[in-house]
């Protein structure tokens, strides 16, 4: 069965730095979304993507993300300066349609110190 | 906007017990309702959902659930836990482009 993949699976940085979280949505997928889990916290929405733009996005994805579909195949997350409340489990999802319940990835634990 | 409240946040049950997991969502469109399960390491994965017809779904793992419109829930249940089922349990509702999940309850089933 087709899965999301995500790399990496644990990444540390310092405040300040920028990283890019790396997801590969399942192929026939149309949909692609990211999510993170603060300790303790629910699942938080964060970007949903569709057709080479965002088509919504939460209050916590401010100017320091972004998103991109660099190739038929990837889809990344960008924080571009990183702080310590950024640390957090981030889950990668893509769906084949607007409605249906998205397929997670294993989530990249992003550790920001 | 939809929202979902789920009202146990921590279920502590022994193998064999029942379960039933409340969860209760506002939304004034069309009603799509997930349940998704964590297990301890792990990603999120989808246990089952309605769309329509049959308000009774069944998902993986002996698990079912029941949409009941008049009471805005969607109950999760299981006859009979085992030591396995030790998770996180999230009810979410889709819409619009983004899922929108409740808090969470953690299940602990003691062997």
């Known amino acids: 069965e087709p899965e999301v993949t995500q790399t990496p699976s644990h990444q540390v940085t310092q405040m300040g730095q920028e990283v890019i979280l790396r997801c590969v949505p399942i192929s026939n997928h149309l949909y692609f979304y990211w999510y993170r889990q603060i300790l303790g916290q629910k699942v938080e929405f964060l970007v949903s993507f569709y057709n080479n733009e965002i088509s919504e996005k939460s209050e916590i994805f401010d100017d320091q993300f972004s998103v991109e579909r660099p190739d038929g195949s990837n889809f990344t997350l960008k924080i571009r300066s990183t702080k310590l409340e950024d640390s957090a489990m981030y889950f990668c999802?893509?769906?084949?349609?607007?409605?249906?319940?998205?397929?997670f990835g294993p989530g990249t634990r992003l550790t920001v110190l | 906007a939809q929202s979902v409240s789920q009202h146990n946040h921590h279920v502590i049950l022994s193998e064999a017990a029942s379960l039933e997991l409340g969860c209760n969502y506002s939304y004034g469109g069309t009603v799509n309702l997930f349940w998704y399960v964590q297990y301890p390491g792990q990603h999120l994965q989808l246990l089952l959902k309605y769309f329509s017809g049959d308000p009774l779904v069944k998902g993986i793992k002996g698990f079912e659930a029941e949409f009941i419109k008049s009471k805005f829930s969607f109950n999760l249940r299981k006859p009979s836990v085992q030591w396995s089922d030790t998770a996180e349990y999230f009810c979410a509702v889709p819409g619009a482009g983004k899922s929108t999940f409740g808090d969470g309850t953690t299940l602990t089933v003691k062997p």
């Open positions: 999802a893509s769906s084949e349609g607007i409605a249906g319940g998205p397929n």
